[in-house]
Nanobody, 113 residues
Framework: VQLQASGGGLVQAGESLELSCVAS????????VGWYRETQEKIRDLVAV???????NISTAVKGRFTISRDNAKNTVYLHMNSLEPEDTARYYC????????WGQGTQVTVSS
């Protein structure tokens, strides 16, 4: 079972990025999947989650700027990030859950002011 995240990088404030996470070794469509982020203080916070029935939960910190979507045919979950702010700088981790939590390795997003 593996979650492979990609799409991070260095951008300027106001720009956009799209993160992708490809799952393997699991029944992707039956899992809730999403994204957490970890700041330098090592606190890992929920960013967005999408369930197997496409219900979404977006954190208040990013609501209106970030959206989450999934493509079950591609075993992929996406995080669409718009109007990025320096406060969004963090390592973003892909996450999946059905019977247990599964974590990916993370991808770094850095937003300069």
């Amino acid at each position: 079972v593996q979650l492979q995240a990609s799409g991070g990088g260095l951008v300027q404030a106001g720009e956009s990025l799209e993160l992708s996470c490809v799952a393997s070794g699991m029944n992707f469509g039956s899992h809730a999947v999403g994204w957490y982020r970890e700041t330098q203080e090592k606190i890992r916070d929920l960013v967005a989650v999408i369930t197997s029935t496409n219900f979404t939960n977006i954190s208040t910190a990013v609501k209106g700027r970030f959206t989450i979507s999934r493509d079950n045919a591609k075993n992929t979950v996406y995080l669409h990030m718009n109007s990025l702010e320096p406060e969004d700088t963090a390592r973003y981790y892909c996450w999946a859950y059905r019977d247990r939590e599964i974590w990916g390795q993370g991808t770094q997003v850095t937003v300069s002011s």
